[in-house]
C-alpha cells in the first residue's frame, strides 16, 4: 500500500484496506463483507471478551467507511458443554457438568437457561458500546441446520481432519473418533459421548456415552449407545472443525483471535481450505488479559474482569 494514509489511518483501516485487496484477488464478492467474533456462555465474560467485539467492530466500520457492506456477526457458543463451576456460583451447579449450557437452570432465576445468562452480561454490555451485531446462537443454527453441508463434508473425510489435528498439534484423538460431540439422548451430556461412525445417507452419528476428562477430572459417562441426527442439532462439531464450519456456512472474511487458541485456528484455516474448499477469513492475534498473578483469566476459572466493572470506573 506504498505506505499510504488509508481512513484514519489506524490498524483497523489498514486491516479493512487488506481485507479489501485480499478478497479481489480471490475473486469474491464484496457486496457483503462479514467480521466474526465468538461470545462465550460458559461463564461470566470479562473484558477480553468486549475487546474482541470492539476489534472486529472497529473493522467493520472501517470497511463501511471504505465503501462496503459490511456486518459484525456475534456468535454465541451456547452449545458448549459446562467445563468448570466459575468461581462465585453455587456448587449445586457440579451436577450439570457436562450439560449444554443452554440446558442448564439459571442460579440467578433471571433468564431460561445458564447460557442465556451469561451471553446476555456481554450482549448488554456491546449495547451499552454502540456495538452493532447481528446475533447468532449455536443452539440456534446447529437446529435450524445451517451448517449441515460443513458438518457431512468434515464428518466424512474424518481420517483427514484427524491427521491435519495430529500434524499440526500431535493430537491422535481425532485419529480415532470422529471430530463431533453428540448430545447423549439418555442422560443429556455432550462431553461424555464418543462418535463412532459416520452414516451419510440418514445424516447420523453413532454414540456411546463413556465419560470423558474435563479439567482434569473424569466426567463419567452413562454408558448409552445411540444415534444422533446432525440436521436437527443433536449434537455439535468439536472445535476442531466449527470454526471452519461457521467461516463457509456464514462467509466469514475476518475473525481476530486471542494466541490461547492459536492451535485451534491454524487446523481450523487448514479444513476450511483442504476440506471445504473456502479459503479461511483474515485474521489478526491479538494478547490475552492476564489477572495480577499471571494467570490467564478465564470465564470458567471465575477470575474476571467483567465489562459490568469497567463500567462502574470507566466509559463505554
Not at 96 to 109: A, E, N
Not at 183 to 199: D, H, N, S, W
Not at 293 to 309: D, E, L
Amino acid at each position: 500500500m506504498n505506505g499510504k494514509i488509508i481512513g484514519h489511518g489506524t490498524w483497523y483501516d489498514k486491516m479493512a484496506a487488506k481485507i479489501i485487496e485480499r478478497e479481489r484477488k480471490l475473486g469474491r464478492s464484496l457486496k457483503m463483507i462479514r467480521t466474526e467474533m465468538g461470545l462465550g456462555a460458559s461463564g461470566f465474560p470479562h473484558i477480553g471478551s468486549l475487546g474482541d467485539a470492539a476489534r472486529a467492530y472497529a473493522v467493520t466500520l472501517a470497511l463501511r467507511e471504505q465503501g462496503y457492506k459490511s456486518e459484525l456477526i456475534a456468535f454465541c457458543d451456547d452449545k458448549d458443554g459446562l467445563r468448570k463451576v466459575p468461581a462465585g456460583l453455587p456448587e449445586s451447579l457440579e451436577k450439570y457438568i457436562g450439560f449444554p449450557v443452554t440446558d442448564i437452570p439459571d442460579p440467578f432465576g433471571c433468564h431460561k437457561s445458564y447460557g442465556e445468562h451469561m451471553s446476555s452480561l456481554l450482549l448488554e454490555a456491546l449495547d451499552k458500546c454502540g456495538i452493532e451485531y447481528r446475533y447468532m446462537s449455536a443452539r440456534d443454527v446447529y437446529s435450524r441446520g445451517l451448517l449441515n453441508n460443513e458438518i457431512r463434508a468434515i464428518l466424512s473425510n474424518a481420517k483427514k481432519v484427524g491427521e491435519i489435528v495430529r500434524e499440526e498439534v500431535g493430537q491422535e484423538r481425532y485419529v480415532e473418533i470422529l471430530p463431533y460431540f453428540p448430545v447423549c439422548e439418555k442422560c443429556g451430556r455432550i462431553y461424555t459421548t464418543k462418535a463412532l461412525e459416520f452414516f451419510p445417507k440418514e445424516n447420523k452419528v453413532s454414540y456411546v456415552c463413556e465419560g470423558m476428562e474435563v479439567k482434569g477430572k473424569w466426567i463419567e459417562g452413562c454408558g448409552y449407545k445411540g444415534e444422533a441426527d446432525i440436521t436437527k442439532g443433536e449434537g455439535k462439531l468439536s472445535w476442531k472443525g466449527e470454526f471452519a464450519a461457521r467461516w463457509k456456512a456464514l462467509d466469514i472474511r475476518f475473525e481476530a483471535y486471542g494466541k490461547d487458541i492459536a492451535d485451534s485456528v491454524r487446523i481450523n484455516d487448514r479444513i476450511s481450505r483442504e476440506i471445504l474448499h473456502y479459503e479461511h477469513p483474515m485474521h489478526a492475534k491479538y494478547e490475552m488479559f492476564l489477572d495480577k498473578s499471571g494467570r490467564k483469566i478465564s470465564k470458567s476459572a471465575g477470575n474476571v474482569f467483567t465489562p459490568q466493572v469497567w463500567f462502574r470506573y470507566g466509559s463505554p
